[in-house]
């Protein structure tokens, strides 16, 4: 089962179950459309009480650089106002 947003995209892949181990395994599909290949680096993070979220280590690495750029744009307003 799938389900897609109004853009088309997938974003629920079905169920996995937690293993003895801990480990999870993530479906066939969502590893296909996300590309991700094996070894390559996730982080887990919760997000909510009983939420975790997983995410590629380069999309969160893009997101702090950009998120980074915007801060210190933040700053230099800021240290204009401040001359003023």
């Known amino acids: 089962m799938s389900m897609h947003s109004k853009s088309g995209k997938i974003f629920f ?3 996995v179950t937690l293993g003895e181990r801990g480990q999870v395994v993530i ?5 296909k ?3 991700l290949d094996r070894g390559e680096e ?3 993070f919760s997000m909510a009480k ?3 979220v997983i995410s590629k280590l380069s999309m969160v690495k893009n997101i702090m650089n950009h998120l980074s750029k915007d801060i ?4 230099k307003l800021l240290d204009i106002r401040k001359v003023k």
Do not use: Q
């Open 33 to 35: 459309a996300l590309a």
């Open 72 to 75: 210190k744009e933040c700053e």
């Open 50 to 52: 009983d939420m975790i």
């Open 13 to 15: 892949y079905g169920t």
């Open 42 to 44: 996730l982080l887990a």
């Open 27 to 31: 479906p066939a599909k969502a590893r």
